[in-house]
Nanobody, 116 residues
Framework: QVQLVESGGGLVQPGGSLRLSCEAS????????MSWYRQAPGKERELVAT????????NYADSVKGRFTITRDNAKSTVYLQMNSLKPEDTAVFYC?????????WGQGTQVTVSS
């Protein structure tokens, strides 16, 4: 019953911006930390950003700090990832995740491609 649906990916030029969205259902969204991961071809999945249940605390990978911003709207059960100053090395499938009691749930992913 847990469902995470990402959207907002696409092709963008270096230096451009995208905003990813993740709509969640099947659990009490406001009670859980949410995270964004990404996975590029041939590389391990990487934790990009996390945000606590009330939105009061965030953490970022060093590679995106200062460029990406994670936010959430608990009334809409949605978490966002604003990505600015995008680089080709950001190209990956981005996943929204939530860690519940039994396991971590992943969305289907959305492809972000940064290229000229």
């Amino acid at each position: 019953q847990v469902q995470l649906v990402e959207s907002g990916g696409g092709l963008v030029q270096p230096g451009g911006s995208l905003r990813l969205s993740c709509e969640a259902s099947g659990f009490t969204f406001s009670g859980y930390t949410m995270s964004w991961y990404r996975q590029a071809p041939g590389k391990e999945r990487e934790l990009v950003a996390t945000i606590t249940s009330g939105g009061g605390s965030t953490n970022y990978a060093d590679s995106v700090k200062g460029r990406f911003t994670i936010t959430r709207d608990n009334a809409k059960s949605t978490v966002y990832l604003q990505m600015n100053s995008l680089k080709p090395e950001d190209t990956a499938v981005f996943y929204c995740t939530v860690r519940l009691t039994l396991k971590t749930y992943w969305g289907q992913g959305t492809q972000v491609t940064v290229s000229s």
